[in-house]
């Protein structure tokens, strides 16, 4: 049973304009939601975080929203730039679960010039 | 910054043998992990530790087993390599009481 979902494999955008990647999750235990950032033949980096307690972080041009009710999460890359064409994952943990990871399938972004 | 080191980035091994992929992070993490990541399929777990000498079953550890002899290493071990463990093994390490994990560059193993 996947608990964290990406149901978009891929997705294409044009540059300067908004990329948004959802992630689903169905586990309601899950409190604090990640996004990671992975290059072909890389590990992945983290790019943002947020706790179930707010519904929005920002950090720059990369924001993740939350919305709870929904068990959704998105995140919006504005303005969106060639350099950001990687595979993003989506990734959640519950309290308790000594931390433990689990991530969606991974959403492939190409940002075209 | 943290540094979490994978001692080999390609590797190419025969069906039946035994792989050892090693891990080492330099701050003194308490939490390390195994995680493949397959076309499709995303990361899997496949072990986890939270402790030396700890370790804990993933999502997917059969024909796999793990080592943490000290703190700062990590090994996983494919005991007999077959074809359908050929993938790309990313291990992480993460301080206790914090969430987010630090990646190494991973490992891309083929086993022909």
């Known amino acids: 049973d996947q608990q964290v979902k990406q149901n978009s494999p891929s997705l294409s955008v044009q540059e300067g304009r908004i990329s948004i990647l959802n992630c689903d999750y169905t586990?309601?235990?899950?409190?604090?939601f990640l996004w990671y950032k992975k290059y072909p033949a890389e590990g992945p980096t983290f790019l943002i975080s947020?706790?179930?307690?707010?519904d929005k972080n920002e950090d720059g041009r990369f924001t993740v929203f939350l919305n709870k009710s929904a068990k959704h999460l998105s995140l919006h890359i504005v303005p969106s730039q060639p350099g950001d064409s990687a595979v993003y994952f989506c990734a959640a943990s519950a309290e308790g679960s000594n931390y433990k990871l689990t991530f969606g399938k991974g959403t492939l972004l190409t940002v075209n010039p | 910054d943290v540094k979490v080191t994978q001692s080999s980035r390609y590797l190419v091994k025969r069906t039946g043998e035994k792989v050892f992929l090693e891990c080492v992070q330099d701050m003194d993490h308490e939490n390390m992990f195994w995680y493949r990541q397959d076309p499709g399929l995303g990361l899997r777990l496949i072990y986890f530790s939270y402790d030396v000498k700890m370790k804990e079953k993933g999502d997917i550890p059969e024909g796999y087993s793990v080592s943490r002899e000290k703190k700062e290493r990590f090994s996983l071990i494919l005991e007999s390599a077959s074809t359908n463990q050929t993938s790309m093994y990313l291990c992480a390490s993460s301080l206790a009481g914090y969430s987010g994990y630090t990646f190494g560059s991973g490992t891309r193993l083929t086993v022909v």
């Open positions: 947020i706790s179930s307690i707010k």
């Open positions: 586990n309601s235990m899950f409190d604090y």
